[in-house]
């Protein structure tokens, strides 16, 4: 099976973690930028990685070729604090795209994962909802001019991309942890149903707050209504209400529970001070594993138990 772009970016990591070229304290922007960066269709933070990593994003375009495709000079090298951190270039097999995986930083001093702000951390994700998450569609701009003649078809922006979230824990002390990991450890169950069950948890508390009874029969005409409003991308929206002088949006934030934390107390298999490649378990998986361990015969695999979402392919250096 061909590589996939996590799968990938452990490889070059873990090889430069051997070497001794970076280590598990080195900024996760780094580890990215410096081991990726010609895979890369989408950087948010241009400014650093060309100050501080050397990284020129748009080496291979000029500006007037950037600005006859959409792109301002002043956003060149900036940061534009969107949704996700890194996008990979997408390839095609046959007719079918491939990678053109995103991953998202997560950094953080203590035991947790930082939180997920504006948006629920998935598997997958389409470009044409990471503009909603936005409110804007600078990122597929950038990644379309990135992408060349792959962009130019139509799927491209409803193409479902696999989300993957490079996570470290207790940052700068001994008990250290970096993951890159599946989207699915986090979406244990469809996001469309978390939506509305939300909304349904915020009907509850105002009725309890308000000391409101309402019957059992009302309540699953209430469920059955609130059962339909499933689409991220409405809810991520501006909306014009009428005779208001501003239009709300809601912006979605997560945070993750103790059994979704792979760095957490339930998954002691993840050790401290080790740097991990974690998927859910896949006959594809199970192939990926004899590549990895021939490229990096010292990784251990082992499989860790996800109470809400099966098994997972854990590969440990």
Known sequence: MPIIDAARLFIRLATNLKKGTINLHSPLEEFVIRKCGDDLAYIDNRKDAKQIYGFDFWSNLSVDQLKNQGIEKRILYSESQQFPDFLFKVKKHGERYIDGSLIELKDSKGGNIASFNSTIPTKYKSLEEIDVINGNNLVSRIAKVMDGE??????YFKFERRCFYLVRTHKGSKKVKVSIVDGSFFETIPKEHLFYQMFLNVLRAHLKKEKIEISQDTLEKVKKTLSHITDQTIIAKSQIIEGASVRPRLRIMAEVHSEGNPHGKFYPEITESSFNLILQAS??????????????????VFSIFHKRNGEHRVFQL
């Not at 792959?150 to 799927?155: K, N, S």
């Not at 006959?283 to 251990?300: A, F, H, R």
């Open 150 to 155: 792959l962009a130019l078809d139509e799927r």
């Open 283 to 300: 006959p594809q998986v199970k192939k990926l594993e004899k590549e990895l361990l021939t490229l990096i015969p010292e990784i251990e």
